[in-house]
């Protein structure tokens, strides 16, 4: 199991769009599955999530301070698997 945070780039071939770049979080887990006392196989899954900041306010009133932020996001998938032998 595992997390990350980083960037999201978004930089398509064609000419009339533009680049974007996004703050971005990922979770990932994956197990390892044995087939014998040497082979198994590993599967590992990554779900990753560019987030699209729409606004951010800051307010004072008589009970304090706070702040909000506001966004959407678009939540993407990996899956991948693969066959180990142990020498």
């Keep these: 199991m595992g997390g990350q945070l980083g960037l999201g780039i978004y930089d398509p071939e064609r000419n009339q769009y533009q680049t974007n770049t996004f703050f971005a979080v990922s979770g990932?887990?994956?197990?390892?599955?044995?087939?014998?006392?040497?082979?198994?196989?590993?599967?590992?899954?990554?779900?990753?999530?560019?987030i699209y900041f729409g606004s951010l306010a800051f307010y004072c009133s008589g009970g304090g301070c706070g702040t909000g932020v506001s966004g959407t996001g678009t939540l993407e998938g990996e899956l991948s698997g693969g066959l180990f032998i142990m020498m």
């Design 28 to 50: 990932l887990g994956g197990a390892k599955l044995f087939i014998s006392d040497r082979i198994g196989l590993r599967l590992q899954g990554r779900l990753i999530l560019p």
